[in-house]
């Protein structure tokens, strides 16, 4: 009977809504369900662009220079799109990791770890005409779409965030964010991405034939042993040989030809590769210290800052090092450093408050925590500023602060609904 009544309710709730959310693919022209309006694409991408590039390292500032090539090169592809008219933007990520990724609403992430990987323009702009489809063709608008038809809401898309020890504490839309930029892509919007966007690739005056090499390239790297790309590319845009034949047809019909940009691409992307040297170290220092070689680590990560004195990420992670190893004076101030050099970055400022809290510093503690919550709320921060509170007898704000943070799930909810009934029975 109760199901039967359930039933009876939710039926009729979505087929409603199917009869009134069908619309037309903007870049196939092919009938689809549309349950979440334009508009509301474009606030999504808009709200969650900046807090999903902090779960993934934070922007590449090293080089502005950089930042604005890949601007330009992905602003030829949008503008023959078949939605030139979407608030495009690109940006250069800080992480190791070969990725690339599109929100709705166009845009548009890419990482350095893949664009080490490139030999010219062409390359590149393979990879953004493929995200720009995913954002013109609203790929990620209808995986949210699957997800609310299962649930309901958007509760049910959970955390996908990779490297990133804070991923199962990270609340809010950057988490959404997240799992939109890291969700696998089906095949069919993959060889529709890849199909138009070797089309926007000929437009804009690009060799298409780059896209079939990089498919040949990521098809080879896949039957290898690549930890970087097994975790980046190939988990969210799986290569296939399918894929390499079909670009090589549809460019085989269009005609190859065209633009490659090998002296432009790598003069634009001489800083990056000169520093690759102290990100190798980094790389090799982070894996030290989960095989709990931390004096090794120490060891890489110092060369790291040799070379390139001006990261953020280098103290950052040398801070939590020290920290690990019990030495948090020394955490604090690298902290601090990571902070001054990058101080949007949620991660360092809520690693800062976090031992400046050990440090018993509770002014420092409750700006730097404040400070992450403003970009990318966690449920940690969440519960130290509520412990802060309780020490500095804002009795108020601590029930508020242990209220939001057991909302969330795991040992960290569980220890602010313990600490929010021992606050609110006294």
Known sequence: MMFRRVYSFTLPLLISFVLAGCSTNPVTGEKQLSLIPE??????????????????????????????YVQEVGMKLARVSDRPDLPYEFVVLNSSVPNAWALPGGKIAINRGLLTEFEDEA??????????????????VQRMQQSTLISLGVAGLGYAISDNEWASLIMGGAAM??????????????????????????????????????????????????????????ATHPPSQKRV???QELVNKIGAGGYRGREAY????????????????????RKLANDDQLDKAITEINEAIRIEPEEAAFYSFRGQIYKAKDQLKQASADFDKATSLYPEMFSYQLN????????????????????ANETVPTSIAYLRLGDIAVKQNRREEAVQYYSTAAKAVGAVAAEAQRKLAELTSN
């Not at 999504?44 to 590449?60: L, N, W």
């Not at 390359?123 to 990620?140: D, F, M, N, P």
């Open 39 to 68: 508009s509301q694409e474009l606030s999504i991408g808009a709200e969650q662009y900046k807090p999903t590039q902090q779960t993934q390292g934070g922007q590449f500032y090293l080089d502005p220079e950089l930042n604005l």
């Open 123 to 140: 390359q590149l702009a393979s990879v953004l005409g493929h995200e720009i489809v995913h954002a013109a063709a609203r790929h990620s």
């Open 245 to 247: 034949r079909e670009n």
């Open 352 to 371: 800062s408050g976090l031992t400046a809290l050990a440090l018993n510093n509770l002014t420092k503690a409750r700006d730097s925590l404040t400070r």
């Open 266 to 285: 790598q003069e634009k992307t001489a800083f990056l590769r000169s520093r690759q040297p102290a990100y190798d170290a980094y790389d090799r220092a």
């Open 177 to 234: 964010g997240a799992q939109l930029a890291l969700a696998q892509y089906s095949q069919g919007d993959e060889l529709e991405s890849d199909a138009y966007g070797i089309r926007y690739m000929k437009a804009a005056g690009y060799d298409p034939q780059a896209a079939v090499e990089l498919q040949e390239l990521f098809v080879r790297l896949s039957e290898g042993n690549n930890p970087g790309f097994l975790q980046g590319m190939f």
